[in-house]
């Protein structure tokens, strides 16, 4: 766990507008979480994206980026010792880039992968810190790394890179970050896939580019079932002990695309942050939709978890069993995004107007 209080910390991640990876959840849920088992959906660990034709090739010569920060690194070699966000790590895993260490859910509390982790080996890895505010200078700076990544949900900070030492960080090797909120999905997908092949992934070989076409697939069969099954409305929602959130598409890249597809997602009016409208169990049923999307990450309430909530059990998604899996902080590789745009469709064909 981390130290410092709980107050304090939220603070924090009130200020930077990161009370959610992807927007639904609050710290009060991850503190409370820490080392929960997972609640990972088969679409997005069970149907893992087609795999780079090999490792990435580390390019010879110089090498440069831009990030999203404007921040343009130019080095005089591509850097081979890379560390990374969990997430931003099993993104480039999926094109052939690996990392030698990460930070952020890698491990739960048995010693297996987090959902977050992708199809990262986590056993092979370092790992810097596994929860929020954990960040262990010392075993970052023993890997002597060339290049620090990770996400930005509000710049110019770097996702589960700590407020109170991101000073020390940042001054033991470049970083980049990648923003990921506030704008459409392929925009996070496109910027990874740039930073991929900037590190050595050939993006034309045969298993990246079918990550791809796989992609622009499902999101052209969503469009169309979007557009045979008018009026199913979707929700997307996460749960923690004290409380239910109700995402609005606006700030998350997975939700904003899918709506620009046509889907009918629930707009909260009392949207906090920019991410999300926090309800009290009491009131959890104030909105209606037929299909919920549920934030499946392992510090969150899943299904099971939530059965004994009478506001859940009314809800009517959920009395006609419509309840998809989330992983409301994507991986932002085509075919893992890919996985989730089919899942999302399978559940709009399939949907009853419940509400």
């Known amino acids: 766990m981390t130290s410092g209080t709980a107050s304090e910390m939220a603070t924090g991640m009130s200020r930077r507008g990161l009370l959610a990876a992807g927007g639904t959840v609050g710290l009060g849920t991850l503190l409370a979480a820490c080392g929960a088992s997972s609640g990972s959906s088969d679409a997005n660990a069970g149907t893992a994206p087609t795999s780079a034709s090999g490792a990435a090739t580390t390019p010879a010569g110089p090498w440069t980026f831009?990030?999203?920060?404007?921040?343009?690194?130019?080095?005089?070699?591509?850097?081979?010792?890379?560390?990374?966000?969990?997430?931003?790590?099993?993104?480039?895993?999926?094109?052939?880039?690996?990392?030698?260490?990460?930070?952020?859910?890698?491990?739960?509390?048995?010693?297996?992968?987090?959902?977050?982790?992708?199809?990262?080996?986590?056993?092979?890895?370092?790992?810097?810190?596994?929860?929020?505010?954990?960040?262990?200078?010392?075993?970052?700076?023993?890997?002597?790394?060339?290049?620090?990544?990770?996400h930005m949900y509000e710049a110019p900070?770097?996702?589960?890179?700590?407020?109170?030492?991101?000073?020390?960080?940042?001054?033991?090797?470049?970083?980049v970050g990648i923003g990921v909120a506030g704008v459409p999905l392929t925009t996070p997908l496109r910027r990874y896939a740039e930073l991929a092949a900037s590190?050595?992934?050939d993006m034309n070989a045969t298993g990246n580019a079918a990550q791809k076409t796989r992609f622009e697939q499902a999101s052209a069969d969503l469009r169309a079932a979007v557009k045979a099954r008018p009026g199913i409305t979707v929700m997307a929602s996460s749960?923690?002990?004290?409380?239910?959130?109700?995402?609005?598409?606006s700030s998350a890249a997975d939700l904003s695309y899918y709506r620009g597809l046509g889907v009918d997602f629930i707009v909260p009016d009392k949207v906090?942050?920019?991410?999300?409208?926090?309800?009290?169990w009491e009131n959890a049923d104030k909105y209606k939709a037929d299909v919920i999307m549920l934030d499946d990450r392992s510090a969150t309430l899943q299904p099971?978890?939530?059965?004994?909530?009478?506001?859940?059990?009314?809800?009517?998604?959920?009395?006609?069993?419509?309840?998809?899996?989330?992983?409301?902080?994507?991986?932002?590789?085509?075919?893992?995004?890919?996985?989730?745009?089919?899942?999302?469709?399978?559940?709009?064909?399939?949907?009853?107007k419940v509400s």
């Open 66 to 150: 831009t990030d999203d920060r404007k921040k343009t690194l130019k080095l005089d070699h591509a850097p081979a010792r890379l560390v990374a966000y969990v997430g931003a790590a099993a993104a480039l895993h999926d094109y052939g880039v690996e990392c030698a260490g990460v930070f952020g859910p890698t491990e739960l509390k048995n010693g297996s992968a987090d959902a977050q982790a992708g199809d990262l080996d986590v056993g092979k890895l370092t790992v810097i810190g596994n929860t929020w505010g954990e960040f262990s200078i010392e075993k970052y700076a023993a890997l002597s790394p060339g290049l620090l990544i990770s």
């Open 157 to 175: 900070t770097l996702w589960y890179v700590p407020d109170e030492s991101a000073k020390k960080i940042l001054a033991i090797a470049p970083s």
């Open 199 to 201: 590190l050595g992934a």
């Open 239 to 249: 749960g923690a002990a004290d409380a239910f959130y109700v995402s609005t598409p």
């Open 272 to 280: 906090q942050g920019g991410f999300f409208e926090t309800l009290s």
């Open 304 to 352: 099971k978890d939530l059965a004994g909530k009478p506001t859940w059990a009314r809800l009517p998604a959920v009395k006609a069993n419509q309840v998809l899996a989330w992983p409301s902080e994507p991986i932002f590789s085509y075919g893992r995004c890919a996985a989730q745009i089919e899942a999302l469709t399978k559940a709009v064909t399939a949907a009853k």
